[in-house]
C-alpha cells in the first residue's frame, strides 16, 4: 500500500511558477513508476509528466513541454513537479499518482496508476 500527499498548490499569475511536492509513504517508492495528473472542471483527468522508477525516463503532455519538469528523489519518498511559464489553461486539481510498473516506460493513461493522492488545486490567472 502506498499512500499519497500532494502540496504546493496555490493561486499565481499568468507567467508565474509552482513547485508541486508529492510525499510517498512505505518502504519501496522507488519500485514504482510516478506521475502527475490534473483535472480542470468539466474535464477528463489528463496526464501531465511521468518519471520511471530510477528517474532516467520522462514524459511529458504536449501541453506542458518545455515549461513543465518532472523529478523524483528516492532517498525522500518525493516526487517534484516544478511548474514554470504557468498559463490560465494550466488551472486544475493536480494529483499525484502512483503505478507498479513504468520501471522503464512510463504509462500516460490513468487507469495504468495503482495509487492516488487527494489533489491540490493551482489556479491562474490571467
Known amino acids: 500500500q502506498v499512500q499519497l500527499v500532494e502540496s504546493g498548490g496555490g493561486l499565481v499569475q499568468a507567467g508565474g511558477s509552482l513547485r508541486l511536492s508529492c510525499a510517498a509513504s512505505?518502504?519501496?517508492?522507488?519500485?514504482?513508476?510516478m506521475a502527475w495528473f490534473r483535472q480542470a472542471p468539466g474535464k477528463e483527468r489528463e496526464f501531465v509528466a511521468g518519471?520511471?522508477?530510477?528517474?532516467?525516463?520522462?514524459a511529458y503532455s504536449d501541453s506542458v513541454k518545455g515549461r513543465f519538469t518532472i523529478s523524483r528523489n528516492n532517498p525522500s519518498n518525493t516526487v517534484y513537479l516544478q511548474m514554470n511559464g504557468l498559463k490560465p489553461e494550466d488551472t486544475a486539481v493536480y494529483y499525484c499518482?502512483?503505478?507498479?510498473?513504468?520501471?522503464?516506460?512510463?504509462?500516460?493513461?490513468?487507469?495504468?496508476?495503482?495509487?492516488w493522492g487527494q489533489g491540490t488545486q493551482v489556479t491562474v490567472s490571467s
Open positions: 518519471i520511471s522508477w530510477g528517474g532516467g525516463n520522462t
Open positions: 499518482a502512483a503505478t507498479r510498473s513504468g520501471q522503464i516506460f512510463i504509462a500516460t493513461m490513468p487507469g495504468r496508476y495503482d495509487y
Open positions: 512505505g518502504r519501496t517508492f522507488s519500485t514504482y513508476g
